[in-house]
């Protein structure tokens, strides 16, 4: 008897523990200020290099890949992906008709978000790297400027259950306020 309701106790810690080990660590997960960061360093590198530097955005082990995020560059006027290092099944592909599975048209809100001046923050559903299921996304999306090439945008996404659009906003106003945020 005590054998059994010692294995069943050693069951349950050893369970969570293995549960408490597939959560990722906080350093691990990309936050909204990192995202914007990224973002906005890709948008300035496509304007410095032009269109010969979408493959750099295509790599998987290239420095627009970090923690559980990315950046992924797409083309609001010519309807298509340019660059994607996750999912190179979507580059040369529509993006305009990608909806989620609540039928939100993704790619329509992120072009509109990424047309203001600052940019802005987009909700929807996507599967998160690793995870094999659909988490809530909020990505940030800006124009870039590209030389010849109207409508190219740049995006990087946080997977967060938790954060408010008010939230990401108040960390978007921040962060363009030279006065506030000194590092930009």
């Known amino acids: 008897m005590k054998f059994v309701r010692m294995a069943g106790l050693l069951g349950l810690v050893l369970a969570c523990g293995a549960a408490r ?5 906080e350093s691990e997960v990309a936050n909204a200020e990192e995202a914007i960061t990224k973002v906005r360093a890709a948008a300035r590198f496509l304007h410095d290099k032009g269109s010969s530097a979408y493959s ?5 082990d290239s420095k627009w890949v970090w923690k559980d995020s990315y950046v992924f560059v797409y ?3 010519k309807d298509r992906m340019i660059a994607h290092p996750l999912r190179p099944d979507l580059v040369g592909k529509p993006i305009l008709q990608v909806t989620d599975n609540s039928g939100k048209y993704i790619f329509k809100e992120l072009c509109k978000a990424g047309s203001e001046p600052r940019g802005g923050w987009v909700e929807y559903s996507w599967p998160k790297p690793g995870a094999g299921r659909l988490s809530r996304k909020v990505s940030y999306a800006l124009a870039a400027d590209v030389s010849f090439a109207a409508g190219i945008q740049v995006s990087a996404g946080i997977y967060d259950e938790n954060i408010t659009m008010p939230e990401l906003n108040k960390v978007l106003e921040k962060m363009s306020d030279p006065a506030k945020y000194p590092a930009l």
């Open 21 to 25: 080990a597939a959560a990722p660590a």
């Open 56 to 60: 750099d955005f295509n790599q998987k």
């Open 75 to 77: 083309d609001c006027r």
